[in-house]
């Protein structure tokens, strides 16, 4: 059974760093890419990288970028999201998500439950 579970997330002052897990079961990542989405309260779901699974390729959002690295450990079939230089708005729960391709093709077929990231002032 595909389930994709996340961890790492808690409350963490500005311009402090989390690391977010998301550990996939039932499949292999060395075939399907990997995104990471984040939702706050009272906005859209919005996208905030993702990860091929052939040659790695890597996208952030702008909103992000130079801020969160995305990578994956094949051997733990585990991806992750270091986030760095945390802001409040950066509050959200974040998900991930696997793509029905080994390209980032934004085709996503299963989530995860999502965990919480505070960012406080």
């Known amino acids: 059974q595909v389930q994709l579970v996340e961890s790492g997330g808690g409350l963490v002052q500005a311009g402090g760093s989390l690391r977010l897990s998301c550990a996939a079961h039932?499949?292999?990542?060395?075939?399907?890419?990997i995104g990471w989405f984040r939702q706050a309260p009272g906005k859209e779901r919005e996208g905030v990288s993702c990860i091929s699974s052939s040659i790695g390729s890597t996208y952030y959002a702008d909103s992000v970028k130079g801020r969160f690295t995305i990578s994956r450990d094949n051997a733990k079939n585990t991806v992750y999201l270091q986030m760095n230089s945390l802001k409040p708005e950066d509050t959200a729960v974040y998900y991930c998500?696997?793509?029905?391709?080994?390209?980032?093709?934004?085709?996503?077929?299963?989530w995860g439950q999502g965990t919480q990231v505070t960012v406080s002032s």
């Open positions: 039932g499949f292999s990542l060395d075939y399907y890419a």
């Open positions: 998500a696997k793509d029905k391709y080994y390209y980032c093709s934004t085709s996503w077929d299963y």
